[in-house]
């Protein structure tokens, strides 16, 4: 097995096929952007159709296995894989940091221990489970779950760790074996989980997982008619390729895709813990698919709330994201960085206002937190997802004006409303199209809850038992006495 030395963290390269560690011919390069042209991490297997092939034969066969776990076998072997991630907490928010620029601290407070809580979930639920049953007449009814097959599961570079935890577990807690595909730039906490996964305890072939480009290995994977669920979670652009594929092999296919999300500030709100949250927006760089990135202001409170905003943006501190003291951490990628830009270069010639910010800084792959004044509610920067720290500012006359600005784009992911008033909340609350709505808060949330958006941001909900459900082909058992 060939290993990157990460930080001193030996990092598996390879793809993990069948309980093996294989490697390809063609490799593929990641970067660090804490230091992108002096922090090589590694050269990484790049996939290709064999490489979708050969996993996919895996699958079939761990599947015949692993779905043959009862459920307390199977929790079993899940909870392991969570003591594991709260085991390696360092090893993982390191080399996520480095691999994908996010913050340490926060990996290892937040999304680690996430990680390895989306596992426990998932042990737990399944163990929970009751079929359903009822009498009818002289005849028993029973819903069963039936683990569906092989689930392959395609997941974003902005929080790889998290998001791909997130998606593996209910799909193996099912029953099915998986292949998963770590996104290109950011695949290495990737590799560390699949290492976890055979001291877990995982039978060979019931948890795969294979690096290398989207349109390359990732195409062939889903294209592959053994498939039996396709879970993806990135852009409407590649949903609409894997969509294709799922639709031509009748595969049942979920997408976790971007948002535009309205963050609506009422008269009556909290200004300053709203000002301080609209600033909170720019964590991660902006790179959050959740993030509230129209600021939509009541007109009369314009002044104090645009005061307060910058006041806690000029608080945020731009920098190393090994550092505790960094609040906001590099951008990925140079191409994501340049992409951002674009976009503020676009809005400066449509005759949008720049307020603050508006430039890449220099020496580093950081972007100025910045906020856009459109000309239009049709400017570009408000209709389209940046996914950057780039928020833009608008004002409303009356609440009606402002559900209409929040359900202005195609997308409808998440919201979040700021009032004081338990009426206009729910008021509010029951017109915004959007999946997830936050009144006074924001990512707090009941992981049993159903998840996922509307519109350009998805199809399909993940979390609880909605996931269980998708992963599962439901049988209805009937006996006559
Ligand atoms: P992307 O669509 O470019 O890539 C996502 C994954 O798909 C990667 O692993 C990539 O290799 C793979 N892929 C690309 N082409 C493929 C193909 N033809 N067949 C199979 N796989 C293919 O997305 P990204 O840039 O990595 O992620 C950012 C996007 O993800 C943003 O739009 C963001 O809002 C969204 N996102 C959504 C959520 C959510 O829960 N709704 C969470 C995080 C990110």
Known sequence: MTHANVAGIAVPTGHLIGGEWITSPQT???????????MHLADVARGDDETATAAMAAAVDGFDEWSQFSVAERAAVLNRLADLIEANNHEIAMVECLDMGFLYESMKERLVARGALNFRLYADLIVQHADRTWPAKNMSNTVQRMPAGPAVVITPWNAPFMLSTWKLAPALASGNSVIHKPAEWSPLSAALLAELTIEAGFPAGAYNMVQGIGSEVGAALVADERARRITFTGSPETARHIGKSAAENLVPFTAELGGKGPLLVFADADLDAAAHRAAWQ????????????????????????????????????????REATTDIAPMAHPIQRDRVHSFVERARANDDTIVRGGNPVEGSLHYEPTLIEPASN?????QREIFGPVLTFQTFGSEAEAVELANSTAYGLAAQVWTTSHERAERVGQTIRAGLVWVNTFLVRDLTAPFGGCGLSGIGREGGDYALDFHSDLKTLMILD
């Open 28 to 38: 593929f390069e990641t970067r660090s952007p804490l230091d992108w042209d002096g």
């Open 282 to 321: 720019f964590d991660d760089s902006g790179q959050v698919c959740l993030a509230g990135t129209r600021l939509l202001v009541d007109e009369s409170v314009r002044e104090p709330f645009l005061e307060r905003f910058h006041h806690h943006t000029d608080q945020l501190v731009l920098g190393d994201s």
């Open 378 to 382: 049709n400017s570009e920067v408000v």
